[in-house]
């Protein structure tokens, strides 16, 4: 399975998400994503499955507990391949960041012309 086809679903978006901030169960992940999506533990646990199979999550027992955690591998080569696209959304952003100062420098420049008339 292509990286973009494991990604494209949204709640192995949101399992990532959740195992962003570190280790957890699959029993603390399938109660967040059966409240969020309100699917069956069957198929909470497929979408583990999927992550683990194509390599963006890890398990490890722990007793009978089973511990998923990140697996930032796939996710570093999904970034090398958005690369030479972030330009695109940088230099949209460089241009927003140019258009808020010259209308914050507007703003004050207004501001102390009302203060000297009112002086």
């Known amino acids: 399975m292509h990286a973009f086809d494991v990604l494209g679903d949204p709640i192995r978006r949101r399992i990532l998400e959740l195992l962003a901030d570190g280790e957890l169960s ?8 059966r409240r969020e999506f309100g699917i069956s533990q069957p198929a909470v646990s497929q979408h583990l499955r999927v992550l683990r199979d194509n390599g963006f999550a890890t398990v490890r027992a722990e007793g009978t507990r089973r511990l998923y955690a990140v697996e930032p591998g796939p996710l570093q080569e999904v970034d090398l391949w958005l690369e030479r696209f972030r330009g695109f959304w940088e230099q949209r952003l460089d241009a927003l960041a140019t258009e808020l100062a010259r209308g914050k420098r507007e703003r004050r420049a207004k501001d102390a012309h009302s203060r000297n008339e009112n002086s």
């Open 26 to 33: 699959s029993g603390e992940v399938t109660a967040v994503i």
